[in-house]
């Protein structure tokens, strides 16, 4: 037994030996791990410093170049017309007829509407007849007139013989008297006719009057037009009574249009007529020419807008009074200003800037600015042609100045 012991311990001995092998083998397993670990941290957090603060980021690029700068001065209006009114009858009566419909062209003097008539026609038809018989009258009263200086003129021959016989003795002074009276008759008589003529002439002229009257009335129951243009509304139908004032319908005179359009007063000091202008129409895949005729006195005061008559100089399309269009006047203009896009340019407190490339880095610059375009503005200073400037990819982003970059 005791040699079997000692046979058995060497063997124990092995063991252990490997144990421990097998122990420091495992603990340098787990150290291995453990600094494997470590690195892998160590390459993220490089590779994330690298990305954020030394890798280029990615800009949107422009070129600063030459080339025409427009300054313009916005405004939304609506279509009027410079010539507009509102038709009617200037007497009392009844629509028998209304000849247009809203959206017809009509030309001076054409026939829109007549009233009933039937009345005023019977009054003139009887005016004219009373002049006839006032003509009449005169006729019969010229006759009477001559029978009437003929009889005068017997009469005085009558009393000049008379008077000589009686102042010879021949004749009684009694005889005398009566080729007087005879006399004085036929003057009477003249009177008589002479004044009835004058009435009867007085009464041609009253008859005339009052059949001009009638025939004007006849005349002014037929509405006419006043201009060439469009009937825009029609607001009366055959069988309503119209007043003196009552619109029947409206024109408007769509050859001689402009559009009324409200500018910020910012601009006033910058305002001047005939100033060139476009003209926006919705659904329009053009713009019209136009300049500015008129500018306003007076501002909103709540607005704080001007009101500015734009004219076109000429419209090849349809167009409605009312209708909503916009214009840009033009204010001022560069033809050969160095310039850059305005989405380029950036804002903070201290007022606007724009990053540039200096030497493949990002810098930031503020350049001083002249006219400002519809998509460029002119710049003054602080920038030279063909210089790179750059911008963020997303609207409102920033860039960090000193990174590297490359576009887009």
């Known amino acids: 037994m005791a040699r079997l012991g000692a ?43 690298w990305l954020r603060l030394w890798a280029p980021v990615r800009v949107q690029v422009s070129r600063v170049d030459r080339g025409l700068v427009v ?21 009392v009566g009844r629509l028998s007829e209304v000849l247009v419909d809203e959206g017809a062209r009509v030309t001076l003097g ?16 009887s005016a004219q007849t009373g002049i006839a018989a006032a003509r009449a009258q005169l006729t019969r009263l010229a006759a009477e007139e001559e029978r009437a200086r ?24 009694q005889q005398g008297d009566e080729t007087n009276d005879r006399l004085r008759l036929a003057r009477a008589d003249l009177d008589r006719v002479l004044a009835q003529r004058s009435e009867a002439t007085r009464g041609i002229d009253v008859a005339a009057g009052g059949a001009e009257q009638r ?18 509304r029609r607001l009366r139908e055959p069988g309503d ?27 006033l000091p910058l305002l001047a007529t005939e100033q060139r202008s ?30 500015v008559e734009v004219t076109p100089e000429a419209v090849d399309r349809r167009v409605a009074v009312g209708q909503r269009a916009d214009v840009r006047i033009e204010l001022a203009r560069r033809e050969s200003a160095l310039r850059l896009p305005l989405r380029m340019i950036h ?62």
Do not use: C
């Not at 054409?110 to 038809?125: C, H, I, K, S, V």
């Not at 895949?285 to 807008?305: C, K």
């Open 347 to 408: 804002h903070d407190e201290t007022g606007a800037f724009v990053y540039v490339d200096r030497q493949g880095s990002i810098a930031l610059v503020r350049p001083r600015f002249g006219l400002t375009g519809q998509e460029t503005v002119e710049v003054l200073e602080g920038v030279s042609e063909g210089d790179t400037v750059l911008a963020a990819p997303s609207v409102g982003g920033s860039l960090t100045v000193g990174r590297r970059w490359r576009s887009e």
């Open 110 to 125: 054409q026939e829109l509407a007549r009233l009933e008539t039937n009345q005023a026609q019977a009054d003139f038809r």
């Open 7 to 49: 046979l058995s311990a060497p063997g124990a001995t092995g063991n252990k030996v490997s144990m421990s092998i097998a122990t420091l083998a495992h603990s340098a397993l787990g150290v291995v791990r453990r600094s494997l670990w470590i690195v892998l941290v160590l390459g993220a957090v490089l590779l994330v410093a």
């Open 241 to 267: 009574t119209v007043t003196v004032g009552s619109t029947v319908l409206r024109l408007v005179d769509t050859s001689q249009v402009y559009v009324s359009a409200a500018i910020d007063e910012t601009v």
């Open 71 to 91: 300054q313009e001065a916005f405004g939304r209006g609506t279509i009027e017309s410079q010539r507009e009114a509102a038709v009617g009858f200037d007497l």
């Open 278 to 307: 476009t003209i926006h129409f919705p659904g329009a895949s053009a713009p019209v020419a136009g300049r500015v005729t008129r500018i306003s006195w007076e501002a909103d005061r709540q607005t704080h807008e001007i009101i």
């Open 215 to 232: 025939r004007a009335t006849v005349v002014r129951a037929t509405l006419l037009a006043p201009f060439d243009g469009l009937v825009t």
């Open 150 to 173: 003929a009889m005068l003129a017997t009469a005085e021959r009558e009393s000049t013989r008379t008077q000589a016989l009686v102042s010879s003795g021949v004749a009684p002074g």
